[in-house]
């Protein structure tokens, strides 16, 4: 009798959970690239089950050349985004487009600059000295223009096809990067590490991997926000500091050419540059972004001549959800 009554209460607390379950708010979440450890604190949120905790049934829509997550933001078909940076605010204040962003996951901008060893190019300055700099067509009205701003010669620019090839040939070249990514790949193709600068090292101060919802979505369902925000939060912190293995089980379902040596390669430096736990992190949780920040970065980029003078940014933005120190060091 003790046996079967045990068995109901179990029974009860399975169904109990299912139900909880059943009652959760389906939303959608679009990465904007193909699945890859840079996201692993989304799917790791999803894997544990975080967002369910909080109240979100939450499907991550994977990004990648072909696919436009902002104009399923737009459109209503995705409830949040995965923004690059800053610039992309500061692009939507400018269009008038009710985008806004709630929390930046990133702290700095994984985007760098390379060069060979031992060619003297081993500094920030040094990179001045190179004979070319290979950056793609984007990169000219971001960050390669705002090195232009800080005394690099753009017309040394050369096209960068995502192919390591020139880089490679070409020992006093410099090339750019992401700090996961791109230098993984030179030293496997051709056996040696190369320099890396983290632009946001060196003044390129942007938040990044940002959360982006419509305006709309705030007003009408801040709870939803909330529990994203802060999900994605613990997702991070869980999966750089415990165990990624679920989570990275389902990166590789969505995109199964990502191989472990890659996963394990891009969380140790999203860990070793302090990506997406440093400064302002360390008090205040993963995601936390700053008005003064903001607000300098904007006017870096007005200087370069990125973005224009006079935009209303704060109309871009939204801290109410950061700050509450979900990811905060212990």
Same mark, same amino acid.
């Given at each position: 009798?003790?046996?079967?009554?045990? *068995?109901?209460?179990?029974?009860?607390?399975?169904?109990?959970?299912?139900?909880?379950?059943?009652? %959760?708010?389906?939303?959608?979440?679009?990465?904007?690239?193909?699945?890859?450890?840079?996201?692993?604190?989304?799917?790791?949120?999803?894997?544990?089950?975080?967002?369910?905790?909080?109240?979100?049934?939450?499907?991550?829509?994977?990004?990648?050349?072909?696919?436009?997550?902002?104009?399923?933001?737009?459109?209503?078909?995705?409830?949040? *985004?995965?923004?690059?940076?800053?610039?992309?605010?500061?692009?939507?204040?400018?269009?008038?487009?009710?985008?806004?962003?709630?929390?930046?996951?990133?702290?700095?901008?994984?985007?760098?600059?390379?060069?060979? &060893?031992?060619?003297?190019?081993?500094?920030?300055?040094?990179?001045?000295?190179?004979?070319?700099?290979?950056?793609?067509?984007?990169?000219?009205?971001?960050?390669?223009?705002?090195?232009? $701003?800080?005394?690099?010669?753009?017309?040394?620019?050369? %096209?960068?096809?995502?192919?390591?090839?020139?880089?490679? $040939?070409?020992?006093?070249?410099?090339?750019?990067?992401?700090?996961?990514?791109? &230098?993984?790949?030179?030293?496997?193709?051709?056996?040696?590490?190369?320099?890396?600068?983290?632009?946001?090292?060196?003044? #390129?101060?942007?938040?990044?991997?940002?959360?982006?919802?419509?305006?709309?979505?705030?007003? %009408?369902? &801040?709870?939803?926000?909330?529990?994203?925000?802060?999900?994605?939060?613990?997702?991070?912190?869980?999966?750089?500091?415990?165990? &990624?293995?679920?989570? %990275? $089980?389902?990166?590789?379902?969505?995109?199964?050419?990502?191989?472990?040596?890659?996963?394990?390669?891009?969380?140790?430096?999203?860990?070793?540059?302090?990506?997406?736990?440093?400064?302002?992190?360390?008090?205040?949780?993963?995601?936390?972004?700053?008005?003064?920040?903001?607000?300098? #970065?904007?006017?870096?980029?007005?200087?370069?001549?990125?973005?224009?003078?006079?935009?209303?940014?704060?109309?871009?933005?939204?801290?109410?959800?950061?700050?509450?120190?979900?990811?905060?060091?212990?």
């Amino acid at each position: 009798m003790k046996k079967f009554a045990a *068995f109901l209460a179990g029974t009860a607390v399975i169904v109990a959970a299912g139900a909880a379950q059943a009652q %959760n708010k389906a939303v959608s979440f679009g990465t904007n690239w193909l699945a890859q450890a840079e996201h692993g604190g989304y799917y790791q949120a999803v894997a544990d089950g975080t967002y369910a905790a909080c109240g979100l049934d939450v499907t991550i829509v994977m990004g990648g050349p072909q696919v436009d997550g902002r104009a399923l933001l737009l459109s209503g078909k995705i409830q949040f *985004f995965m923004g690059a940076n800053l610039l992309d605010m500061f692009n939507a204040v400018e269009q008038g487009i009710p985008i806004k962003l709630v929390a930046g996951d990133f702290q700095k901008d994984p985007q760098i600059m390379m060069t060979h &060893p031992g060619q003297g190019l081993d500094t920030w300055e040094d990179l001045k000295n190179a004979e070319s700099y290979i950056v793609s067509d984007g990169a000219i009205q971001s960050f390669f223009r705002w090195m232009g $701003a800080e005394g690099f010669d753009m017309n040394k620019r050369a %096209n960068y096809t995502f192919d390591p090839a020139p880089f490679i $040939a070409n020992p006093k070249s410099a090339q750019q990067g992401y700090l996961t990514s791109e &230098p993984f790949a030179v030293e496997q193709a051709a056996g040696f590490k190369p320099n890396v600068f983290l632009l946001a090292d060196y003044g #390129f101060t942007t938040y990044s991997t940002t959360i982006e919802t419509m305006a709309d979505t705030i007003a %009408n369902d &801040p709870e939803a926000v909330k529990c994203f925000v802060e999900g994605s939060a613990k997702g991070w912190d869980a999966y750089l500091n415990g165990d &990624p293995t679920a989570a %990275n $089980a389902l990166i590789k379902k969505d995109n199964p050419s990502m191989s472990d040596e890659q996963l394990a390669y891009s969380i140790a430096k999203l860990k070793e540059y302090g990506v997406v736990q440093s400064g302002d992190t360390e008090t205040k949780g993963i995601g936390f972004m700053s008005a003064e920040k903001i607000a300098e #970065f904007y006017q870096k980029m007005v200087k370069a001549g990125v973005v224009k003078d006079g935009l209303d940014i704060a109309q871009g933005y939204d801290l109410q959800f950061v700050g509450h120190g979900f990811g905060a060091k212990k």
